[in-house]
C-alpha cells in the first residue's frame, strides 16, 4: 500500500506504545516529535489511536495540529476522543500523572467536545479534558452564545435569535476578542435597551470568570455572590471553554452545602433522600466515622488509667469529668464552626492563621474565665474550696486550650487539603477530650497536693 | 365650615380612637362600618389618619374604598402609607395582633407602595404591609414586567423594551389575567423565539408561585431548586404583589445557611466578618450556649454522685465515662445532623416522625451492635470479661438511645416552632450524657452484682 511506503517510525513508535498503553512513553515521544511531522503521522493512525496520540500533545501542538487537520477529520477527532473507550482509558490514570500528561484541550475543541452531551457522558468525557474532579471545569456547559466587541446591538441580538434554542442561557453573552479570548461580558438587557446601531463594545462590562480547574465550589459561590446569572469559564489563558448558569451554579452550592453540614456531624453524606435510603446505607455513612471517634477517645481510657490512683483518692474528680469535657469539646465546636463556616465563604484565609490564633485564644480565655467563676463557686459551695478551685481552674484552662485548637484546626485542614469540615469538629471533640483530662488532673493534683 | 356640617360620627370615633393609638377599636368600627359611608369618611380623615383607617380596613372592603378614591388621592394614601410614623404606629403592634388586624392589602396597591424604596424603606414599610418577619413579602420586589396573555410576542417584547430599565428581571414574565390573577409565566427567551404574531398565551407555561406570608427560606429555596430566574410573590387569591429573583433568592438561602451552620455548633451567627468582629461579640455569641450547655452538663455530676458508691467500688468504671458518653453524643449527633438537614431540604416532614423513629432505632442499633462487639472485646481483652459485657452492653443501649432521641429531636423542636438545628446537637449531647450515664451504672451494677 503506498501509504505503508511512506510510513515514518513516528506513528508505528506509537501504535507499539498504545499497544502496551505506555501513555507515559507515547507522552515524552510527542514532545520531542518535530511538529511538521506530527500532522502527518497522527493522520495515519487509526481514529481512537489518533485521538489518544492528539490527547497527549502539549497545547500549543495540539491547536496546531488541530489546525492542520481538514474539516471532517477534525470532526472525526471529536468523535473518537468522546469514544469511552478512549476516556476510559485516561481515566484509568493517576489524578496525579493525568495533570502531568494531559495539557489543557485548545479553547477551540473543549467546547465542540463536550457540546450536545447528556451530562453523565459530559462527566466522562472530562476526565478526557483533564479537568480534575470537583474542578468546575466539570460542570461548565459548552452551550453558550457569544458576540464580538465590533457587533452592534442589533447584530449581537441577530445571532441571540438564531442560537436561543442550543444555547444554555441567552441572558448573559461573553463578548471574545481574537483568539476567543474574553474581553467582557454584555447582558441581553443592555442589548435590548441600547439603541440598534451601538457597538457590543459601549454596552459590554468587564467579565467576572473563572478558570475551568477551580474548585466548583469556589467558582459557583462567585456567581452566586455576585448575583451573575452566568460565568464564563475559560482556560489558563482566558479563553472561552465553557460557562457556568447560576441554576447550576446553586446546584453546586447545595450539593456543598448538604456535603459540609453532613460531615461537620460526622456523617457521610448520604446519595439519596433520607427516607429512601437502606438502613443499611445509613448505617455505613456513620459507622465509619463513630469508629474513627471511638478509637480516638480510648485516649481518653489511657489518660483516666493513668490518673486511676489519684481517682481512687478523690472520687469526687470523677463527677465532673463530663461536665468539664463536655464543656470542652462545646467551646472547641463552636469556634471550629465559626472558622469553618468563615472559611467557606471566604472571610477567612489560611494565611490569617495568626490572626484567628490569637482571636480564639482571648476568646477562650473570656469565655474560661466566665465559666470558671461560675464553676468554681457552685463546686466550692456544694462540695469544698478546693474542689471549687481545681474546676474553675481546669475551666479558664480548657476553654481556652479547646477555643484556641477548634479555630486553628479548619485552617490546618485546609492546608492540608482536607475538607475542614470533616476534620474539625468531631476530632476537636476527641483531641480536646484526652487534653482537657491530663489538666484537669494535673491541676487537681497540684491544688489538692496528692 | 362645610365640611365639619357634613361630619358623620365615624370619621369623628376613628380620629378619636387614634389619639389613643386604640387600633384594635378602629379595627372594629371599620368592620362594622357600612361600606357606602366609609370611602366619603376616609376622604375626610388627615392623610395619615387616613392610612392608618384605610389599612384596618379587611381586603375586600380596602379594595372597593380605593377603587372609590380620586387618583390623587390614591396616590396621597402610598404616600401616607409609606410615612415612617405610620409605618411605626404598626411595627409597634404584637405580631399576632398584627395578623389579627391586618389583612392583606389588596394586590392592586401593595406593588405601589413598595416601588423606588430602598430596601431598608421596604423592609419598614414591608409591616404595614403586614407580611410576617421571616417571610418573602419582605424580601420580594415590585420592579417586574407584567404582559397579559393575549398580547402577542411582539407586543410583549415591547413592553420589555419599555420597562427594561425599571425592572428586577426582564426575563421571567409573569402572565397576568383580570385582577392581576397569574395565570403563568413566559420566558423572555421564548418570546424572542417565537413568532411575533403568536399569543403570549400559547407561549407561557404554569407559574411557579409563592405566597408572600410564605416562609422565605422555603420560597427561596423553590425558586433555586427548580432553577428558575424568577419566581411570582402572590397573595392569598394569586394575585401578583411581587417578583422573588435568583439573585435575592441565593443570597436568602446563604444567610439561612450561615444560621443553621452557627446553630448546628451551638454559636449565635455572627453579624459581619469573623475576622471584622470584636472579640467581645464573639464571646457574647458563644456565652449563652456555653452557659445553658454547662448546666445542662450539671446533670451529668449529679447521676455520677448518685453512683459515687459503685465508682468507689470499682474505679475503673470511671476510667470508660468519656468514651461511653462521647460515642453516645457521636451517634446522637449523627442523627440529628442528618436529620435536620433533611427536613431543611424538604426530604422528611414532621408527619414522618414514626418512620424517622423506626429508622434510626434500627440504625442506633445495628452501630450499638457493632460498636459494642468491639467495645466488649477489647475491654474484655484489657481488663476482665466482665467489664467488656459491661461496656458492650452499654455501648449498644446508648447508641440505639442515642441515635433515636437525635433523629426525633429535629422533628420535636420543628413541631414546637423551634429551628431544629439549634435545638438539636448541643441538646442531644447534653441529654444524651445524662441518660448514658445512668444506663451505664445501672448495667455495671446488674452485671458485677453491686
Not at 209 to 224: G, K
Request: contains cysteine; proline residues 6%.
Amino acid at each position: 500500500m503506498a501509504s505503508t511506503v511512506r510510513t515514518t517510525p513516528l506513528d508505528e513508535q506509537l501504535t507499539a506504545l498504545l499497544a502496551v498503553e505506555d501513555l507515559t512513553g507515547m507522552n515524552a515521544l510527542l514532545a520531542d516529535a518535530a511538529p511538521e511531522e506530527l500532522a502527518p503521522a497522527l493522520e495515519r493512525l487509526t481514529p481512537k489511536r489518533r485521538a489518544v496520540a492528539f490527547r497527549l500533545l502539549p497545547k500549543d501542538r495540539a491547536l496546531a495540529v488541530f489546525e492542520e487537520f481538514s474539516p471532517a477529520l477534525e470532526g472525526d477527532l471529536v468523535q473518537s476522543l468522546r469514544d469511552s473507550e478512549v476516556a476510559a482509558l485516561f481515566a484509568g490514570l493517576e489524578p496525579d500523572d493525568r495533570v502531568q500528561l494531559l495539557d489543557e484541550l485548545p479553547a477551540a475543541l473543549a467546547p465542540r467536545l463536550l457540546r450536545d452531551l447528556t451530562p453523565k457522558e459530559r462527566e466522562l468525557t472530562a476526565t478526557v479534558l483533564g479537568y480534575p474532579k470537583g474542578s468546575i471545569g466539570r460542570r461548565m456547559s459548552p452551550e453558550y452564545v457569544s458576540v464580538r466587541a465590533e457587533h452592534t446591538a442589533r447584530e449581537a441580538l441577530e445571532r441571540v435569535r438564531v442560537r436561543v434554542d442550543d444555547a444554555e442561557t441567552v441572558y448573559t453573552l461573553p463578548v471574545l476578542g481574537a483568539e476567543r479570548h474574553v474581553e467582557g461580558v454584555v447582558s441581553l438587557r443592555d442589548l435590548m435597551r441600547a439603541a440598534p446601531g451601538t457597538p457590543v463594545a459601549e454596552l459590554m462590562v468587564e467579565a467576572v470568570v473563572a478558570a475551568a480547574e477551580e474548585d466548583d465550589e469556589t467558582a459557583a459561590r462567585r456567581c452566586a455572590e455576585r448575583g451573575l446569572l452566568a460565568l464564563p469559564i475559560v482556560d489558563s489563558e482566558t479563553r472561552l471553554v465553557g460557562i457556568l448558569t447560576i441554576d447550576d451554579a446553586v446546584r453546586v452550592l447545595q450539593e456543598e452545602e448538604s456535603e459540609d453540614v453532613a460531615r461537620q456531624g460526622g456523617v457521610e453524606p448520604l446519595r439519596r433522600p433520607y427516607l429512601s435510603t437502606p438502613i443499611r446505607e445509613i448505617v455505613s455513612s456513620r459507622i465509619v466515622w463513630l469508629l474513627v471517634l471511638a478509637i480516638g477517645a480510648t485516649l481518653t481510657v489511657q489518660v483516666l488509667s493513668v490518673f486511676e490512683e489519684t481517682l481512687e483518692q478523690v472520687t469526687v474528680l470523677a463527677l465532673f469529668v463530663p461536665l468539664l469535657i463536655g464543656t470542652g469539646g462545646n467551646t472547641g465546636n463552636q469556634a471550629a464552626t465559626t472558622v469553618t463556616r468563615a472559611l467557606a465563604i471566604d472571610d477567612v484565609r489560611p494565611r490569617d492563621l495568626c490572626r484567628v490564633l490569637s482571636r480564639e485564644f482571648r476568646s477562650g480565655l473570656l469565655l474560661g474565665a466566665l465559666l470558671g467563676l461560675l464553676g468554681f463557686a457552685i463546686a466550692a459551695l456544694v462540695f469544698e474550696p478546693a474542689i471549687g478551685l481545681v474546676i474553675g481552674l481546669t475551666l479558664v484552662a480548657v476553654c481556652t486550650m479547646a477555643s484556641t485548637v477548634g479555630g486553628v484546626m479548619p485552617l490546618v485542614a485546609r492546608a492540608i487539603r482536607v475538607d475542614p469540615a470533616v476534620f474539625s469538629n468531631p476530632f476537636i471533640t476527641t483531641f480536646v477530650d484526652a487534653i482537657g483530662l491530663v489538666v484537669y488532673f494535673l491541676i487537681a493534683r497540684a491544688v489538692l497536693g496528692l
